[in-house]
């Protein structure tokens, strides 16, 4: 559910909004819908990963990997797959420590609410008696 989620909406809006909205996508679907911090780290790395990884083959096999080669002289690399899959590894990089801090957010505002019901109930209970 959350790698769907993540997949569809930053495709969507990479269309046109910048490449780091995969953070806010992230943050948010881990912090709504993340149910273990396990999956709250891997479903956005490995949905990310698979997006950008397959988003750049589909924009350098057309130009004859032009692009990808020269970043990676640049580099000091020989091939364009190294490039391909440092992109891929850096936004699932990102996309997943997004989303690990989004379940963890979600858990300490959780905590502290509930912490603070506790309070609120024994000061009730030390007025009554």
């Known amino acids: 559910m959350v790698f769907l989620i ?16 995969i953070v806010i996508i992230s943050f948010a679907t881990c912090g709504f819908v993340g149910k273990t ?7 956005p790395f490995l949905a990310i990963l698979l997006l950008w990884t397959g988003m750049a ?6 130009n004859e ?8 002289e640049m580099l000091m690399v020989n091939s364009w797959i190294p490039i391909l899959i440092l992109t891929g590894i850096l936004g699932g ?4 420590v997004s989303g690990f801090c989004g379940y963890h957010f979600r858990k300490a505002i959780l905590y502290q609410k509930s912490n ?4 609120s109930s024994s ?4 007025r009554e008696s």
């Open 123 to 126: 000061v009730i209970l030390q």
């Open 6 to 21: 993540i997949l569809i909406a930053s495709f969507l809006l990479q269309l046109f909004a910048p490449w780091w909205v």
């Open 37 to 43: 911090a396990k999956i709250s780290l891997w479903s």
């Open 57 to 62: 083959l589909y924009k350098t096999i057309p």
């Open 65 to 72: 990997n032009v692009l990808a080669m020269r970043v990676g």
């Open 93 to 96: 990089f990102v996309a997943g």
């Open 116 to 119: 603070s019901k506790t309070k």
